[in-house]
């Protein structure tokens, strides 16, 4: 097998820097060039450890003549193995203190912390759903608030805002966990996972076809400060999958990335994992996660000054999966001193998944902008802080995750559309009742959906809203003046997404009418196949009925004779 039918995703393992050099030595050379006095311990091949044997074993069968001679698919199984033990020891290099000086841990400030006092929620009901939500209310028995004089149920105020006249929001119900002091009247009372304090849920009307629950999980101080305590640990090198597939080496550096940023991952998915459980919309049937915005409020640095940062601090915030507000930043006046970014996957894989925002900043200087959030009654700034964030992002991250349940019945639709043509020829009565089910599901969801989200983004109520604007950070348009270059204008977020969810709603109902008329040709297709299969057994079984009967008679005369 020549160089070129090698596995594209390890060049390096046939050849390296140096030429005919194996990647141990290459990783040698250049470890020793940047550390000349890292001699101590032995690299891979060159011990009497146990993989050392083994890979002297795998270098053989990859480099010899007889390994050249042997299936590529074995050839690309020894270079899976011989990758593995290379990251492994590539770690126990690091351990013993190879590497460079970005491979160091973070140098994070001891009194620099990080507390997340609040976490969001939303997933989307449309018509097809709609009585999931009522069997969730009464289930979950969210609906005593008429017994105590609070006004109308939730059934109500559900059927209100699907007939366009209920109101802008409304409170579905507050679950505390027992023996806290959080909550108000119409608290009910429920097992919530211990980093969380309680849960508050509001239903969204969007038009009059669908619903969003939107949850908000105060944090209980423990819960608050689970990822700062895994941001201040001492992370060591270990071995992290990449890919799924592929086996890598990590130094402290990444060790930390990953821990830190999987800690943040952890809340928002025990908190994903409540709302499934208690409450599946759209994105829970899908088996999709949903739209998720948490609340991260720092001690030490400060984002909104809008300086540009050294490389340290930067690694810092990465740690956290904070990355994309570093050349641009989206701020709003309702909310000063405090950046909306969203999660970059390329740079925090340990997020899973790209629907995460973060609303962040400096717990000082945001507290220093004169924000009314005293009457809250909550001893805590912290929590206080995150109910009067919460009373003003309320429906922004609904019409963040919008977007993103949009895109989700695209998807949907797409695969549905795909599926029709590997349908085609092949529908028998249980094809028949399953495409009656989707063109049912279609019709409900893509009949107002158009209507729903142009009156939705229609409102004039700004209330719980705030408006976000894009826009250069200071330093670079300083940057981009002391250069000649001209710097483009602020973008307001909110119109755009208003101006996108609404072509991509008319898009589905483009969809819906054109998968309407393929859908219904594949089914009088294959409905005259069917028919056709049925002629000819109908043939095949009068002739052989024939044959029988001439049977019968045949072996009746042969008796009268």
């Given at each position: 097998m020549s160089d070129s039918d090698m596995p594209e995703a390890f060049p390096d393992f046939v050849s390296g820097p140096t030429g005919d050099a194996t990647p141990d030595e290459d990783i040698r050379r250049s470890d020793q060039a940047e550390n000349p006095s890292n001699t101590v311990f032995k690299y891979i091949g060159h011990g009497h450890r146990w993989y050392d044997p083994v890979y002297i074993v795998?270098?053989?069968?990859?480099?010899?003549?007889?390994?050249?001679?042997?299936?590529?698919g074995w050839r690309r199984r020894f270079y899976y193995m011989s990758n593995y033990l290379v990251q492994f020891n590539a770690v126990q290099r690091m351990r013993a203190g190879g590497g460079s000086k970005l491979d160091g841990p973070l140098n994070l400030p001891e009194d620099e912390h990080v507390t997340i006092p609040g976490i969001w929620v939303v997933d989307y009901f449309p018509p097809s759903l709609i009585d999931d939500l009522d069997k969730a209310i009464r289930h979950n028995h969210w609906d005593f608030r008429p017994h105590i004089g609070m006004g109308e149920s939730?059934?109500?105020?559900?059927?209100?805002?699907?007939?366009?006249?209920?109101?802008?929001?409304?409170?579905?119900?507050?679950?505390?966990?027992?023996?806290?002091?959080?909550?108000?009247?119409?608290?009910?009372?429920?097992?919530?996972?211990?980093?969380?304090?309680?849960?508050?849920?509001?239903?969204?009307?969007?038009?009059?076809?669908?619903?969003?629950?939107?949850?908000?999980?105060?944090?209980?101080?423990?819960?608050?400060?689970?990822?700062?305590?895994?941001?201040?640990?001492?992370?060591?090198?270990?071995?992290?999958?990449?890919?799924?597939?592929?086996?890598?080496?990590?130094?402290?550096?990444?060790?930390?990335?990953?821990?830190?940023?999987?800690?943040?991952?952890?809340?928002?998915?025990?908190?994903?994992?409540?709302?499934?459980?208690?409450?599946?919309?759209?994105f829970?049937?899908?088996?999709?996660?949903?739209?998720?915005?948490?609340?991260?409020?720092?001690?030490?640095?400060?984002?909104?000054?809008?300086?540009?940062?050294?490389?340290?601090?930067?690694?810092?915030?990465?740690?956290?999966?904070?990355?994309?507000?570093?050349?641009?930043?989206?701020?709003?006046?309702?909310?000063?001193?405090?950046?909306?970014?969203?999660?970059?996957?390329?740079?925090?894989?340990?997020?899973?998944?790209?629907?995460t925002w973060a609303l962040w900043g400096n717990r000082d200087s945001t507290m220093a902008k004169n924000l009314d959030f005293?009457?809250?009654?909550?001893?805590?700034?912290?929590?206080?802080?995150?109910?009067?964030?919460?009373?003003?992002?309320?429906?922004?991250?609904?019409?963040?995750?919008?977007?993103?349940?949009?895109?989700?019945?695209?998807?949907?639709?797409?695969?549905?559309?795909?599926?029709?043509?590997?349908q085609h020829g092949k529908f028998g009565r249980k094809d028949l009742e399953r495409l009656r089910r989707r063109f049912l599901t279609a019709s409900l969801d893509f009949s107002s959906i158009e209507l729903d989200v142009r009156q939705y983004n229609s409102r004039r109520w700004r209330d719980r809203e705030a408006l976000f604007v894009l826009d250069y950070t200071p330093w670079m348009r300083r940057s981009d003046e002391e250069a000649g270059c001209k710097t483009p204008k602020p973008v307001q977020v909110n119109k755009v997404l208003r101006k996108r969810q609404n072509k991509a709603a008319r898009d589905l109902v483009v969809f819906d009418r054109s998968y309407r008329e393929i859908l219904s040709t594949v089914a009088s297709i294959g409905a005259s196949i069917d028919a056709f299969k049925i002629q000819r057994y109908a043939v095949w079984i009068a002739v052989s009925s024939a044959i029988l009967a001439l049977v019968s008679l045949l072996v009746s005369l042969s008796r009268s004779f």
């Open positions: 795998l270098q053989f069968f990859q480099y010899s003549r007889l390994g050249r001679r042997l299936p590529t939730n059934k109500e105020e559900l059927t209100s805002s699907r007939r366009g006249q209920g109101r802008a929001w409304w409170r579905i119900t507050d679950i505390a966990q027992p023996r806290n002091g959080h909550g108000g009247a119409n608290d009910g009372r429920g097992k919530l996972p211990r980093e969380f304090s309680a849960v508050e849920l509001k239903g969204v009307p969007i038009g009059e076809g669908i619903t969003a629950v939107i949850a908000f999980f105060p944090l209980s101080k423990s819960g608050s400060a689970i990822v700062d305590e895994v941001w201040h640990d001492a992370h060591e090198p270990a071995l992290a999958r990449s890919n799924d597939r592929l086996v890598v080496a990590e130094d402290k550096r990444w060790v930390a990335f990953r821990q830190t940023q999987a800690a943040r991952a952890k809340l928002h998915g025990l908190a994903r994992t409540w709302l499934q459980s208690r409450c599946p919309g759209a829970a049937q899908s088996q999709e996660e949903q739209p998720v915005m948490d609340f991260l409020l720092l001690d030490q640095f400060d984002p909104f000054v809008g300086e540009n940062v050294d490389r340290e601090t930067e690694d810092c915030m990465r740690a956290l999966g904070l990355t994309e507000s570093k050349m641009t930043w989206q701020t709003s006046l309702e909310l000063p001193g405090l950046l909306l970014e969203r999660s970059n996957p390329e740079f925090t894989p340990a997020l899973q998944g790209g629907r005293k009457h809250y009654g909550i001893s805590d700034q912290s929590s206080a802080l995150a109910h009067y964030v919460d009373d003003r992002m309320g429906d922004l991250v609904v019409r963040l995750g919008l977007s993103e349940f949009l895109d989700l019945l695209k998807a949907e639709s797409a695969l549905m559309r795909d599926g029709a043509r590997t």
